[in-house]
């Protein structure tokens, strides 16, 4: 197994790589390998990397103060998002109030105008660009521009996003914002991992490290005690597992690893019991329109918490359900399936690549 679930940041001068707090989604072996040798399988060409990089230096940074709507609260700093599988009811003359069509997402969801989930997308895009960017480069400017677009999102008050989602997942005519929407800030997962690469720049300094922490903290704790919250950590499904695995890394990544710690030790029993058939198939995802889809974003989930545990001393990579499955066994399950080589009940063939690359560097498939 490669030496990538601890996440490490760059050093551009010393081009060394250290310890570092927080669990990685990103592939720190295969960038350094493409800022040393110029390409690396997983990442393509230093050129490509630093040509997404020039791409975010030019874009203008998505605000989430930017909606023209105002959220209930009064305060645009709200984060807002439409359900994205909810549409007009056409039967009725106004469409409220809206209905489900599990799988078919609603064009809504990429209103900027009335929303931020597009926004959230954009920003989250160009820090994963402008910090790839800096550890395979060296440049500051990059760094820089990465440390600017997150200073306007968590630290800056006049435009910085409140450490709650209150208003995620609206369904207009049903509902002003449910449970269901904390899954919005998955993503932020992946920033957490940016800013490891962005530690050896002078732009990324205590004063915005502390900033940040302090955010997600503040987050940390709604996500703990607010009833959303609540309702999102009881969810039997995808959600309940990503529930997890964001509280435990932004927990993990300010410090409280009593938080992480407890949540992880309640996988095995709460999450992998529950979810986990006899067969390694996972039922709850299965039953949904995109069942290879949601198998595997939910396998996600698991090794996301998998390589935090590895950080923090819980193996969840061999822990077995009382049927015997292991993690091991649900990814070998759905393998030929996100591989495109078979199809689920002739509903899907896409390949699943962010979730091939994630099982491929835990040493979860089998050769």
């Not at 350094?32 to 630093?50: F, I």
């Not at 439409?82 to 009725?92: E, F, L, N, T």
């Not at 063939?349 to 835990?362: C, G, N, P, R, Y």
Request: net charge neutral; with cysteine; charged share 30%.
């Amino acid at each position: 197994m490669k030496n990538m679930v601890i996440a490490v940041a760059v050093s551009m001068i010393m081009g060394s790589f250290a310890a570092a707090e927080a669990v990685v989604w990103n592939n720190m072996e295969a960038l350094q390998e493409t800022r040393v040798d110029g390409r690396s399988s997983y990442y393509g060409s230093a050129l490509k990397v630093e040509q997404k990089a020039q791409e975010a230096m030019n874009e203008a940074i998505p605000l989430i103060t930017d909606k023209e709507t105002v959220p209930p609260s009064g305060d645009k700093r709200d984060y807002m998002s439409i359900a994205v599988y909810y549409w007009p009811d056409q039967s009725k003359p106004d469409g409220l109030p809206y209905i489900r069509h599990d799988g078919k997402v609603n064009p809504e969801r990429n209103d900027v105008k009335r929303f931020d989930a597009a926004r959230r997308d954009h920003m989250v895009r160009m820090v994963r660009a402008l910090s790839r960017g800096y550890a395979v480069t060296g440049k500051e400017e990059y760094a820089a521009r990465a440390v600017k677009i997150l200073s306007a999102w968590f630290i800056d008050d006049a435009t910085a996003m409140r450490p709650r989602l209150e208003y995620a997942q609206i369904v207009p005519g049903r509902s002003s914002g449910r449970h269901w929407g904390l899954l919005d800030t998955a993503g932020f997962i992946e920033l957490i991992d940016d800013t490891e690469m962005l530690k050896g720049s002078k732009a990324y300094t205590p004063e915005v490290e502390n900033g940040l922490k302090s955010w997600f903290s503040r987050y940390t704790d709604w996500l703990i005690s607010s009833e959303k919250g609540r309702g999102e950590a009881a969810a039997p499904n995808n959600h309940g597992t990503w529930y997890d695995a964001q509280t435990a890394v932004f927990a993990h990544f300010v410090g409280r690893d009593d938080i992480a710690r407890e949540i992880l030790q309640a996988v095995p029993e709460k999450r992998m019991e529950k979810q986990l058939a006899k067969d390694a198939s996972q039922p709850l995802e299965l039953a949904r329109t995109r069942p290879v889809h949601y198998s595997c974003f939910n396998l996600r989930a698991y090794m996301t918490l998998a390589r935090l545990g590895k950080e923090l001393g819980i193996d969840l990579y061999s822990v077995k359900t009382t049927s015997g499955v292991s993690l091991k066994d649900a990814v070998n399950f759905i393998l030929p399936y996100a591989e495109g080589k078979k199809a689920m009940n002739k509903k899907e063939t896409v390949k699943e690549k962010a979730f091939l690359k994630m099982a491929a560097m835990d040493g979860l498939i089998d050769e």
